[in-house]
């Protein structure tokens, strides 16, 4: 079994920072891409940015020159810093990987998800 694990998301001022941390756990042989996904209040869930196990990245472009994502493979841990933080990056933002198991080649595990709110 596999388990993702955010952290790091609260209350910020418009302009502000935050860094998310999602640690992967459990049976793991490989993590693949891994990635951030955010979900707003009344909307659909939309992708952030990924990395590859090699650390090719990819923006969403409303978050480019803003948001970076970044891993460390040695504690299957992906990040995301989140600079210039506007009120419309509310939202739940959830961590995914592609995870290799003993069980299973490859699957998507998904993160319960944790709320950062933009807000004076």
């Known amino acids: 079994q596999v388990q993702l694990v955010e952290s790091g998301g609260g209350l910020v001022q418009p302009g502000g920072s935050l860094r998310l941390s999602c640690a992967a756990s459990?049976?793991?042989?490989?993590?693949?891409?891994m990635g951030w996904y955010r979900q707003a209040p009344g909307k659909q869930r939309e992708l952030v940015a990924t990395?590859?196990?090699?650390?090719?990245?990819n923006y969403a472009d409303f978050v480019k020159g803003r948001f970076t994502i970044s891993r460390d493979n040695a504690k299957n841990t992906v990040y995301l810093q989140m600079d210039s933080l506007k009120p419309e990056d509310t939202a739940v933002y959830y961590c995914?990987?592609?995870?290799?198991?003993?069980?299973?080649?490859?699957?998507?595990?998904w993160g319960q998800g944790t709320q950062v709110t933009v807000s004076s």
């Open positions: 995914t990987g592609a995870i290799a198991t003993i069980r299973r080649p490859s699957n998507d595990y």
């Open positions: 459990g049976s793991i042989v490989r993590i693949n891409s």
């Open positions: 990395i590859s196990r090699g650390g090719a990245t």
